[in-house]
């Protein structure tokens, strides 16, 4: 069964509409974790508009799991990250003006820059994920940085508007997993997953885990965020 990470970042949404204290990341995490979670997922934007420097330096003194740290591929978010000293970092690209992440890191066209950035993190004791779309030559490149692991980018796959077209990006992402595993990269995939889509892709053995957010988030409105975590462990084992 695939492990689920747990993007808790519209948690902090909610709390910095109003600017105040709740509702609270760091409970949530803990809540989360009770529930089964196998992992806590969290984004430091430059912008800083969920998530803030003081959660992510309570979640590494209260997560008993693990700590997954998306970021930008920035000096100041090298510099955080080796001082909070998360599990794992996951590179994502970031623009200051979307909504959220919109598509993959483009590693062949900034492979310079991204070996310096993957080998200080290593060096720092650090795990290192490359969030790239499901492309094969992608995938070579994140092999030659020597990254940890990659995570496939299935907005294309969520975004889909005919079966013809997801069954395409099924497809991709399977092939993508496949080349991962056996170049010996961890394959996580992520990006708009929730309770109806995620099952297809439950059923490609190389990914290793998956990472959701906003779904999780969106039904805990509704039963609880202890529900809403355990529904969506219950759909990764079937």
């Not at 529930?35 to 997922?41: F, K, L, P, W």
């Not at 799991?65 to 998306?70: C, G, H, I, Q």
């Not at 720092?124 to 980018?153: M, R």
């Amino acid at each position: 069964m695939a492990r689920l990470g747990v993007n808790i970042d519209h948690v902090a949404t909610l709390r910095q509409a109003r600017g105040g204290v709740d509702p609270d990341p760091i409970a949530a995490a803990v809540l989360v974790e009770l529930a089964g979670a196998d992992g806590i997922v969290v984004h430091l934007r430059e912008d800083r508009r969920h998530i803030q420097e003081k959660d992510l330096r309570l979640l590494r003194e209260v997560i008993k799991t693990k700590l997954d740290l998306e970021m930008a591929a920035t000096n100041e978010m090298v510099k955080i990250a080796l001082q909070i000293k998360p599990e794992l970092v996951t590179l994502v690209p970031e623009k200051r003006l979307e909504l959220t992440t919109e598509g993959g890191l483009d590693l062949i066209g900034h492979r310079e820059e991204l070996q310096k950035v993957i080998a200080t993190l290593q060096d720092g004791g650090i795990l290192v994920s490359l969030f790239i779309d499901p492309s094969l030559e992608q995938l070579k490149t994140a092999h030659k940085l020597h990254a940890d692991s990659i995570e496939v980018h299935t907005g294309k796959y969520v975004n889909a508007k005919t079966e013809r077209e997801r069954k395409t990006e099924i497809e991709m992402i399977l092939n993508a997993a496949k080349l991962a595993a056996k170049l010996g990269l961890g394959v996580n995939a992520g990006h708009g997953l929730n309770y109806v889509n995620i099952q297809p892709l439950t059923r490609i053995p190389e990914i290793e885990e998956f990472n959701i957010g906003h779904s999780i988030v969106a039904r805990a409105v509704m039963v609880g965020l202890d529900t809403a975590v355990r529904e969506m462990k219950k759909l990764l084992s079937t």
